[in-house]
Structure formats: structure tokens, C-alpha cells
């Protein structure tokens, strides 16, 4: 079945590589079309399209292929297109004429707009909850090693005293600045796209404001070209959101896979976090934290992903837009795949706590000396002249303890003020009152 057929036949060959990953893909977006086309209907039934009586059958049929897809029983058969029409199918198998009248007002493109909107406020949502998690678990881990020196680099070299506290810490506040991206991506897709047609509107009388509240919608696409230019621009945006959150989680991976090995020992990974070699009795791959890299990696490329397929497209619709799908959801899916596995595996990292013990970091202290000679009234440049000649010379020590007190620095972590930053920045998603007001219409 085809929402645009008129009785022709199609090639076999030109269908299967229209369909594409349609008949797949599209299970990830039925229970949001099944949404969209509740709202649909129940604005049509107030403007005269449909009849009370048509709504009240279509209603309760719609909730019952929800369920199905709830319960995973939902499928798109063999010969039909996409989830839009298997949908439409079902309904008008079941209930007859009135399961045709359910496309009155609407284009598969505002269908598809709609449907990837209400998906990508979902993922938000699922997205932000386990950067929440995460954030939790970097953020105790900060507070539990607070006191737990180690070394800083820069230029991978020995540089200054760091701590387990300032490093864990950094990337929960590091986190902060990504949910600002997903926070602004969310606003940008909770606008609501339907009514738009094929991207010019309709003659029909359409509520517009209605469906947009019924859908939990914070606003309206107004100008109907403009809601047909968000394909594209949409995933783009989502795009740079997915870059952000993969740059911090990547980079985590990259220390800690730095970290884990002999010539650091700086935290051990758990047995079951690593895996061994088939010829080396004593390894322990950090596999798991390599494969966090690596699809972190491949997912900052998803903004240019986008940016080729859609980049060079002229207003209006086109089959290219059908693509994005096959490079976004993948995205969406491998990105929350490691965050789960960064949040399963962070708290049972085994840190070392007597890292500095160890000669070779003798020389980290060499700042803090400076710093003691320019608080006696040393002038700068000439207390860095004398450690370096210490060092030169081979008779630089350090004894006694750091103090660091300002804001953000190794003794003065500032745990309560960068969770009083990241709760601020969650607290803007308004998930209840956008996605819950969906969600009540399959109730």
C-alpha cells in the first residue's frame, strides 16, 4: 500500500530502492504517528471533516495500535511503504471509509515532520535523563576522591598537581555546557510542524493552534515554508547536540583508557570492563572505554552527515530527506549506548591513591614553590629563575601540603555550585508539559 497510489504499477527494483530503510527505521516512529494522528483527527472532527461518530470508532482503534506498538507487536507488512500506511491500512480495514478520511489536511510531509518532532522531544528526553545519570556519578566520584592527588599534563607532559576530584568534576560540569545545546535543540523541534501539508499549506480550514496544544507543542511553525525547511535543519541542529555530548563522553574515554595502562596506573578498570589477548597472557583491554571513543568519534561526524546529504537542497521536499533517518537514528541509539555504559562502569573504577609517590613526579610541585617564594615578597621571575636552577641542578624537593583555595581549583572543588549549574539548565526542559501532553492523548 502506498498513500500516493493511483492504481500503477512500480518496478521492483525503483520501489525496493525508494522504500529503502523505510519499512525498519519507521518502527521507531509509530507510536508518535499514532499521536499525531489522534490530534489530527480529533481537530478535523471539530471543523467538520469528521463526524462525532467517525471519531468515536477512530479513536479507541488508534489506541489499540498504540498498544500493539507498546507491546512490540506492531509490524509493517511486506508490499507497504511505511509506518503512515501501514497506520492508514489498518484503520480502514478495520473500520472502513472512515480510515480513509484520516489523511483530510495533511501531507506524508508534515505526517513525517510531525512524527520526527514528537520522536527527537522523546529521545531528548531519554537523552537528558542519562546525562543526568551521568552527571551524578561523576559528581560523587568527584566528591569521594576529592583528596586524591595525581598529575596534571599539558603538551603530555608533567605539569602541575591535579586530583581524581578535579578531573571527575570537570567533566560533570563539562556536561552542564552540552545539556545547554540539547536544551536549545529541544526548543527548536517542539514547534509544531502539522498543518503545513506539503509544505504550502491547505484550503481547508485547519486549527492549527488546536493540534499544537493537543500535541504538547510549545509553538507553532507559522509560515508553512518554514515548517517544511526544518527537515534538515532540525537534524542539523540535533546533529551538533549528538557532536557535543560525544566530544565530552570521547575524551572521558581517551583519558581513561590513558590512565588504565601500566605506564600510568592511574585507576584500574573492573575484570568484566576489559577483555583479553588471544596470544598475551597478562592483558587487560580497556575495550569498552576504546569503542566509547571510537563511536564518540564517528558521532561528531554526524553534523557533517547532515550538512552533506541536506546542505545543498532548494526549498520544498525532497526523497533526499528520506536519507537522514538512516545516519540519525543510529546516532541517537549509539550515543545512549555509551552513556549507559559509562554509568554502569565509572563508579567500580579502582583509583590509585598513591600516584605522586612515585620520583617522577617530583618535579609537579615546582609551581607551588614558585608561588611560596612570591608570597615571602620574591619577585616573580626571579623566584621561577631559582626553582629552575634547583631543577637544573638536581636539588629541588617540596615538602608540606598544596594550598589551593580559589573557586574551581584542586581544594576548593565547588561541587554544590556546578550541581546548582547543571540542575538550572535541566530544570528548562519543560518534558512534562510538552511530551506528557502527547502522551495523554493515547490514554
Known sequence: ?????KNQTTNELVEKFTIGQDNVLDLQLAKFDVQGTLAHIEMLASIGL????????LQPELKKIYREIEAGNFTIEDGVEDVHSQIELQLTRTLGDAGKKIHSGRSRNDQVLVDLRLFF??????????TGELFEVLLAQSGEHQNVLMPGYTHTQVAMVSSFGLWFGAYAETLADDLRLWRSVFDIVNQNPLGSAAGYGSSFPLDRQMTTRLLGFNDLNYNVIHAQLGRGKSEQSLGFAVAALSATLGKFAADVCLFNSQNFSF?????AFTTGSSIMPHKKNPDVFELIRGRCNLLQNLPQQVTSLAGNLTSGYHRDFQL???????ALGSLKDCLRLAILS?????VNLAILQDEKYRHLY???VVNRLVLEGVPFREAYRQVGQMVENGTFAFEGEIQHTHEGSVGNLCLPEIRRKFEAVMAGFDFEGSIGMAEKLVE
Not at 565509572?346 to 579502582?350: E, K, L, R
Open 267 to 271: 585507576l584500574k578498570l573492573p575484570d
Open 121 to 130: 522531544r522523546s529521545e531528548i528526553r531519554e537523552i537528558a535523563g542519562l
Open 366 to 368: 615546582t609551581v607551588e
Open 346 to 350: 565509572i563508579p567500580q573504577f579502582q
Open 1 to 5: 500500500m502506498k498513500l500516493w497510489s
Open 324 to 330: 537522514l533517518k538512516e545516519v540519525v537514528f543510529p
Open 50 to 57: 469528521l463526524t462525532q461518530e467517525e471519531l468515536a470508532v
